[in-house]
């Protein structure tokens, strides 16, 4: 969906931009796996939905006494999981959902 000369998270925040309605939920593969892309469509009012990278790691944990991060929850969440480690079926491509 990019180019060479940008990742598919940097152009996240334009192709986003271009959807005036508004965003229920954004779908997208690993390549947006940053903490810049879960910002992004939060501040849209949007739900991220992103596989986290087989190596991604919990940047703020629990004991702070600030709210989490959406993409720590979701990497919580698939450890909490039987099947952690399997990622088959989920998000493959960039999906904008609105209402």
């Known amino acids: 969906m990019s180019t060479n000369d940008y990742t598919d998270a940097e152009v996240l925040p334009e192709l986003l931009e271009q959807i005036d309605d508004d965003i229920e939920q954004v779908s997208a593969d690993g390549a947006y796996d940053t903490q810049g892309s879960y910002r992004t469509i939060t501040e849209r009012g949007a739900k991220?939905?992103?596989?986290?990278?087989?190596?991604?790691?919990?940047?703020?944990?629990?004991n702070r006494k600030v709210p989490s991060l959406p993409r720590d929850q979701t990497i919580r969440s698939i450890r909490k999981q039987p099947e952690f480690g399997i990622r088959e079926g989920l998000a493959s491509k960039l999906k904008v959902i609105t209402q």
Not at 48 to 62: C, D, E, F, L, S
Request: proline fraction near 20%; glycine fraction near 6%.
């Open 48 to 62: 991220p939905v992103i596989p986290p990278r087989k190596n991604a790691v919990i940047a703020q944990h629990g």
